[in-house]
């Protein structure tokens, strides 16, 4: 397997363009990705409950689609589907919800367990729940994982494999990942095995990132996680087009990752365990909301990466993508050869315990 040779020049520019994006998202013309028919579509959204995935959710109903909310919390996860029911006429018997903690191995296999048992193949997978910051005092999980890094990439993997027999043979994965993705920072010789209850330099955040007491800010250990992400869905694409290759045949599937921008959700008014002195990152955007998008702006990406059926997005060799604004762009991982990123696949292999053939 070998990506095609990325310019840096390239990269440059998408930096640039997607750093003018989160001050001037609100200027420019929004992304309306054309109405699609989903009749028959069944898709899960993660984190559907608030913000960017209850917006994709919104439109997916919208669009005729039978959707999943899979939420850690039931009741909010009941109070969305009761929102989207209200919004969209004659959709009662096609919005659901699945319980799920990412941050929790058990919970992820719980959730893929039943799933299973419903034997429903799944058209769209949205990998959409996320955090940027560590609850307090809990920075690492019962599973012995940074919290970010469970939340936002390590649950998503596990779960991915466990349902990936549920597939269908087009099945589209998706990712919400973010502009942050361009500050994370990886060394090319992090470990295979896997690290528990500790930070590891250079894994889950950029060595000098963390600090001589182990620890270090969300905020980088988030950039980490939402890099991670993207070449989550790069890996993901090439061993699907691998195996295929293999067997003679020609694979349909996609995964894609994108960034929403700068975009208003329930996320800013979060409760924040750090200082402005200790992680400044997330008080500068919070204070600065008022240069965010509306959230369909920033779920709008998303939704067309779901439900187009674009050459640039479902065509031959074309998954893997990072997107903004509808517009395939160069991501961070874009940067690193094959060899340093199947490394990523290894690591989370041995974090979550599995063998993922
Ligand atoms: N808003 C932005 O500007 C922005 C920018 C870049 C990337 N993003 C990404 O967009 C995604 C959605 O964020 P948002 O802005 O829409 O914020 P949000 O409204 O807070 O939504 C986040 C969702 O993820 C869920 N979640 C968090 N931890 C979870 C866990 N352990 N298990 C299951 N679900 C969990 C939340 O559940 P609860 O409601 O129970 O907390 C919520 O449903 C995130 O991945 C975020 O990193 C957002
Ligand atoms: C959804 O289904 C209804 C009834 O079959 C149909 O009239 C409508 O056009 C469909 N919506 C979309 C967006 O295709
Ligand atoms: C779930 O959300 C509700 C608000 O809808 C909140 O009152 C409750 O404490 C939450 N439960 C948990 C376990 O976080
Ligand atoms: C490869 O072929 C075998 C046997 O026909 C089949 O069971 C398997 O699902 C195929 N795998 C892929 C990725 O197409």
Not at 197 to 204: A, D, I, S, T
Not at 209 to 226: F, I, P, Q, R
Not at 303 to 316: N, Y
């Amino acid at each position: 397997m070998s990506y095609p040779t990325i310019s840096r020049v390239k990269f440059y520019c998408d930096l640039v363009l997607s750093l003018l994006n989160l001050v001037f998202g609100r200027v420019y013309s929004k992304p309306i990705p054309p109405a699609a028919d989903l009749t028959g579509k069944i898709a899960i959204v993660t984190g559907g409950n608030s913000g960017i995935g209850l917006n994709i959710a919104l439109e997916l109903v919208r669009q005729n689609a039978t959707v999943y909310l899979a939420c850690r919390n039931a009741s909010k996860a009941r109070e969305a589907v009761s929102y989207i029911i209200s919004a969209v006429p004659n959709s009662a018997d096609r919005v659901e919800t699945l319980l799920l903690d990412t941050s929790s191995f058990s919970s992820v296999r719980e959730c893929a367990e039943r799933w299973k048992k419903s034997k429903s193949t799944i058209d769209i997978l949205i990998h959409n729940a996320g955090s940027p910051s560590t609850p307090n005092g809990q920075p690492f999980t019962i599973d012995g994982f940074p919290m970010l890094y469970a939340t936002n990439l390590l649950g998503s993997f596990l779960l991915t494999h466990l349902l990936e027999p549920c597939l269908s043979h087009r099945a589209r994965i998706i990712f919400t990942s973010s502009t942050g993705q361009y500050a994370g920072k990886f060394k090319p010789t992090f470990s295979l095995g896997t690290v528990k209850n500790r930070l590891e330099p250079g894994f889950h955040a950029p060595i000098a990132a963390v600090k001589a007491d182990g620890t270090a800010k969300d905020s980088v250990l988030y950039s980490n996680t939402k890099a991670m992400q993207v070449a989550f869905a790069k890996l993901l694409y090439n061993r699907w087009e691998g195996a295929a290759k293999a067997n003679g045949t020609r694979n349909q599937r996609v995964a894609h990752a994108f960034t929403p921008g700068f975009t208003m959700t329930p996320i800013f008014g979060k409760a924040m365990t750090r200082t402005i002195w200790e992680d400044p990152a997330l008080w500068i955007l919070k204070a600065t909301t008022i240069l965010a998008t509306d959230v369909s702006c920033g779920a709008a990406t998303g939704v067309w990466l779901a439900t187009t059926e674009d050459e640039a997005v479902m065509g031959e060799g074309m998954g893997g993508g990072y997107w903004e604004r509808m517009t395939r762009r160069v991501a961070k991982v874009d940067l690193m050869s094959t060899e340093q990123l199947e490394r990523f696949w290894i690591r989370w292999e041995a974090d979550a315990g599995i063998v993922w053939k």
